[in-house]
């Protein structure tokens, strides 16, 4: 067997090659890197049986079955058998291939995994002594990944916090976190401060944690950092319950209150305060020195439980621990509003060791429930008027232009491109351009208008007591104005708007028919182009509900049985026969006669609807391709896929379920898709395809060389047809530029032993100079338009009787 001349190709691979003989098993040719893992030398390979180089039963077993012509392909991981008779574990690839019309050969591919073993060994290790460490501490260890799930935690964690058993076992985050949530003296606060390390993910924190059994707990977090990234935090946990009893580690304590909000205090057994933190201090309004020797209880009071003094004793006595709404007494008199959370602290032998208090100021939050009145009619960021707000006013600026005879304006503003703004710099920076945005709104306005934010990045004015001139007189000046440059630090950024307008009563006399118009005016300004204004015009609803009228009609149209499929012929260059057919979408409605693909087709994709057409398209030309299996055609039918249909989760087993409904061979049915398709998540992409793959249909790039051509996926993806777009075709055999293009895509074509078809192809010129650059295939109204299944079985039926009367008459 003559594979000299493949020699090159196969030490252009990277990975060990070989090829072997599918008779005798002998390894015909191999490159240096299959020498090289083999441990042999150049050449020593060649002539060698195959099974050789097998170190397991099923290798032997398998080679068998290629001797015997039971098999031809696999793809596993298995270990093969080097000089020295050791053994080397690696991932292979068997594959048959077709060198030349005479010459078939087996090709192995091999990767070799000793390294990735070995790593993987390394790590198994790393993390058995990681867990064994964790154990080992006497500190209570949690770590949780970014979104607070639990990955892990040790045995001291577990009796810190008195973990029942029944949590332990079952692993449920959710349940953990409520569990650590209700042994916590302040559930509010434990809450919030939660939340607040999770939002300052690189953040490293120290604070106290009471817990209702009486611990008090030293919590430390760290951030878990994976190349300079967080992918989780590690909370310790200490308890330091003894520390507080010992008077002489008061000071460590403080240390640690230091970075809390909460005003913490603690007392001896008779509460006299011995220690602060300095947020008491700014409470209490007073330096510690001087709050030191002063009696906790006459500084708290809470008339919401009838609690004063000697009382919270008598509530600490019962269960160790009180919280709730109180009143604090500070230096000056003035009493503050506060959250108290107070302790017990306990010996083992229920001596009374300290009192501790936490105390949260909340006069900020009554100060913030007082203010819910007027926030719900005002947008917290910019502070314009909201939606409530804006409709009110809009509704009294409609009677008084009807009492007297006035016009008035409403003009909808879209911010162009500001989601770019927002994923490529942040929301925080969005939010600074917003507010931006509403001050230059409100420069522009009159005392009578209205600037309201109406969400995301849109905004409404009204524009009272004017007309058509004064509108496009105010919008003028706003544009100019929103498209001035804006400074933030270090940055400046220029913003543009569209905008629509509608006049009051020409374009709506109520207001949800004013904003609705205003805004399908604006839409029309972001479709030709933005950074303009545009008036409402009837049209724009007539376009709108034409537009709607289709969608209504497509679906109507399904129910009723009005699309039918036409098949178009795909024709083999060298042959001159048909070897397959482009099932093609065609709709004619009783009412609207013949609707072309153009017209619909963008509308189902825009609406949604392109899935379920898609599906009767899928159905219909799988059926229409098993009777002709059934009757002896052997046509390869090509459905067009769209992108919605091929993102669809239940695409794959659909194509599946119409497959074994019909019963047609899969190798019958060919997936068209266009390269937009494949760009999108590559590697979701490659997963469906391989899906595909694996059922046996074929898949082919349609319109190659319009979208994002890309060698990339070309070598990734298991295509196997390239489809010249018909923008390429019109212009041969004249067009340089199309002739360039074309040989290009060829030439790539069998370079990647991929089959290409051209489409649109209307002259004998066109057919013969595609032929003459090495094309596979055709299709166009040169042989044939679309067609219904009898008359291109007709068609057939006349080329077999071509192909029986004498050659050359094909």
């Known amino acids: 067997m003559n594979v000299e001349r493949w020699q090159s190709l196969l030490e252009g691979m990277i990975d060990a090659v070989w090829l072997v003989d599918p008779l005798t098993l002998h390894i015909v040719a191999a490159n240096r890197a299959a020498t090289s893992m083999l441990n042999r030398e150049p050449g020593d390979l060649i002539g060698r049986v195959v099974t050789e180089l097998a170190a397991t039963p099923e290798d032997q077993f398998f080679w068998k079955d290629v001797a015997a012509g039971l098999t031809d392909h696999i793809l ?8 020295d008779g050791s053994t ?62 639990v990955r892990g935690y040790n045995q001291r964690f577990a009796e810190l916090w008195d973990m029942p058993n029944e949590l332990m076992i079952r692993k449920d985050d959710a349940a953990t976190h409520a569990w ?19 939002n300052s993910a690189l953040t490293e924190t120290r604070d106290v944690v009471a817990l209702r059994s009486g611990r008090i707990l030293e919590r430390v977090s760290m951030p878990q950092l994976a190349r300079g990234r967080p992918t989780g935090r590690v909370y310790s946990f200490r308890d330091i319950t003894q520390q507080l009893a010992n008077e002489s580690r008061l000071q460590l304590a403080a240390e640690v209150f230091e970075s809390s909000l909460d005003a913490i205090c603690v007392a001896d057994p008779q509460g006299v305060i011995a220690a602060a933190n300095p947020s008491f201090e700014r409470l209490y309004g007073l330096p510690v020195e001087q709050i030191k020797g002063r009696e906790l209880w006459k ?12 009382d919270f004793l008598k509530a600490l006595a019962h269960s ?6 109180a009143s604090f007494l500070p230096q000056s008199g003035d009493e503050v509003p506060i959250l108290a959370s107070l302790v017990r602290v306990v010996s083992q032998g229920k001596e009374i060791l300290h009192y501790i208090a936490f105390l949260k100021d909340t006069t900020e939050k009554l100060a913030a429930l007082q203010r819910i009145e007027e926030l719900a009619f005002s947008d917290p960021l910019t502070s314009l008027p909201n939606r409530a707000l804006l409709h009110e006013r809009i509704d009294f600026s409609l009677e008084l232009c009807e009492r007297e005879h006035k016009k008035c304006a409403i003009v909808f503003i879209d911010l162009d491109h500001f989601k770019k703004i927002n994923d490529s710099m942040g929301h925080i920076f969005g939010d600074q351009v917003l507010v931006e945005v509403a001050k230059r709104l409100r420069s522009c306005l009159r005392q009578s208008d209205t600037a309201a934010r109406t969400g995301g990045d849109e905004f409404v004015l009204l524009l009272h007591d004017t007309d058509a ?30 905008i629509g307008i509608a006049v009051y009563p020409f374009d709506g006399t109520t207001r949800d028919e004013l904003i609705k118009n205003a805004d399908t005016a604006m839409y029309q300004v972001k479709e030709r182009g933005r950074f303009n204004f545009r008036f409402y015009q009837r049209q724009m609803n ?147 395809l391989q899906a595909l793959a694996q059922l046996g249909i074929s898949l082919s790039i349609d319109d190659f060389g319009t979208g994002y051509s890309s060698l990339t996926y070309l070598k990734r993806f298991p295509v196997q047809k390239l489809k010249i777009d018909r923008s390429f075709v019109n212009g041969l055999p004249d067009d340089e530029s199309d002739l360039a293009i074309a040989r290009a895509i060829i030439q790539l074509g069998l370079a990647l032993r991929l089959r290409v078809i051209a489409e649109g192809v209307e002259t004998e010129r066109q057919k013969d100079c595609l032929q003459d650059l090495g094309c596979h295939e055709y299709q166009g109204y040169f042989f044939a338009a679309a067609l219904d299944s009898r008359d ?7 080329e077999d009787k071509d192909l029986q009367s004498g050659p050359g008459k094909v």
Not at 320 to 325: L, M, P, Q, S, V
Not at 792 to 798: G, N, S
């Open 76 to 83: 596993s991981e298995t270990l093969i058998l080097l000089k």
């Open 88 to 149: 080397v574990p690696v991932e292979r690839r068997v594959s048959r291939v077709k060198l030349s019309t005479e010459i078939v050969v087996y090709q192995v591919a091999i990767s070799n995994r000793a390294e990735q073993r070995r790593v993987e060994q390394e790590l198994e290790n790393l993390l058995a002594e990681l867990r064994a460490t964790l154990d080992s501490t006497a500190d209570g260890i949690l770590v949780t990944d970014t979104d607070g799930g």
């Open 180 to 198: 650590m949530t209700q042994n916590v003296l302040n559930s509010a606060e434990y809450e919030s401060r939660i939340r607040t390390i999770a």
């Open 299 to 310: 500084m708290i009071r809470s008339t919401q439980y009838a609690l004063s003094g000697q």
């Open 320 to 325: 160790n621990a009180w919280e709730g709404e």
């Open 469 to 498: 001139l004064g509108a496009e007189a105010m919008v003028n000046r706003v544009l100019q104005r929103v498209c001035e440059p804006v400074v933030l630090g270090d940055l400046t950024l220029t913003i543009t708007g569209s």
């Open 542 to 688: 007539v376009d709108s509900l034409s537009h709607i009228k289709l969608d209504s009609a497509m679906r109507a149209a399904l129910a009723q049985g009005d699309f039918l499929l036409r098949y178009q012929p795909q024709i083999d260059l060298e042959s001159g026969r048909i070897i397959g057919a482009e099932a093609l979408l065609r709709w004619h409605s009783k009412e609207l006669g013949d609707i072309s693909p153009g017209q619909f087709i963008p509308v189902a994709e825009e609406t949604g609807f392109i899935i379920a057409l898609g599906q009767w398209v899928l159905t219909e030309a799988v059926a229409q391709a098993a009777r002709w299996q059934a009757a002896g055609i052997g046509l390869v039918v090509a459905i067009n896929v769209s992108a919605l249909q091929f993102q669809s989760s239940s695409f794959i087993d659909s194509v599946a379920a119409a497959l074994s409904q019909a019963g047609l061979e899969p190798c019958r049915l060919e997936l068209e898709l266009t390269e937009s398709i494949l760009i999108h998540d590559i590697n979701e992409t490659l997963a469906r």
């Open 792 to 798: 291109l079985e007709a068609m057939l039926t006349e």
